[in-house]
């Protein structure tokens, strides 16, 4: 509960010695049926019933690589589906009633493809966009129309991405996107649809502790809390 006093503790079991299972969760996500979805570090998806205490896994087999580290899975409100973010097989949009899916990938040569199938965070703007952060890039999918605008750093354009790997992505109350990379930190801004960087500079007094930066989360008085890999920035 919130005063950390543990009710439970659900561990998978394993269904074999020929195929074993990880109890490594890298995130969780809760579907509109009350159905929790965790990401693997190394097993793909598991779905676990909290009302009965069942792990399953079967149908998602079906199409979804069970060797495949998720990082990263997201729905809606209300929403009929769940986004699974797969470290190397793209990206997933499953329907949580019968297990039917669409799939976006990389297709070199295709602009209208993911950047890349390493997919590291994703987050919503809305019903229809969700921004898509990856190991080689930034993409802007509409999951209706199924268009994809792709955003990398252009060392010769100065309101391009910063960098191009995506470790985690931010939308503030303004609608502002925040883009967590290696190299530092870039909002999005759609009107003009450009990039403004925020980055390491040791002339200044206050700075980023470090350009790889993490995570970010905002507090209940609108503070921005940055995780670097040297510390936490405010």
């Known amino acids: 509960d919130l005063n ?5 503790e659900y561990i998978i079991k394993n269904d074999g010695e020929r195929n074993p299972v990880s109890n490594r969760v890298m995130t969780i996500c809760e579907d509109k049926k009350g159905i929790f979805w965790l990401g693997m570090f190394s ?8 009302s009965t205490g069942i792990f399953s896994q079967k149908e998602l087999l079906k199409f979804l690589p069970r060797l495949q580290q998720v990082k990263s899975i997201l ?6 589906y769940v986004f699974v973010a797969t470290g190397g097989e793209g990206l997933f949009k499953v329907n949580i009633h019968n297990f039917s899916y669409e799939k976006w990938r990389f297709i070199n040569g295709n602009s209208n493809s993911l ?3 390493r997919i590291t965070s994703l987050c919503a703007q809305n019903d229809s966009i969700l921004w898509v952060g990856t190991l080689d890039g930034l993409a802007k ?19 391009s991405l910063i960098n191009n790997i995506v470790h985690d992505l931010y939308i503030d109350s303004q609608q502002v996107l925040w883009v967590l990379t290696f190299g530092g930190i870039s909002k ?20 980023l502790s470090s350009n790889i ?10 503070n921005l809390w940055i995780a670097t890999s040297k510390g936490i920035d405010v």
Not at 43 to 50: E, H, I, L, Q, T
Not at 213 to 222: R, Y
């Open 4 to 8: 950390f006093n543990f009710i439970n």
């Open 43 to 50: 097993k793909a998806v598991m779905r676990f019933d909290p």
């Open 75 to 80: 729905t809606l409100p209300n929403s009929d």
């Open 115 to 117: 950047p890349s199938d």
């Open 141 to 159: 999918l509409n999951h209706h129309s199924k268009k994809i605008v792709t955003f990398l750093n252009d060392p010769g354009k100065s309101y």
């Open 188 to 207: 999005h801004y759609t009107i003009p649809d450009r990039f403004t960087k925020v980055s390491q500079n040791n002339r200044l007094r206050r700075t």
């Open 213 to 222: 930066v993490n995570h970010c989360i905002k507090d209940k008085f609108g």
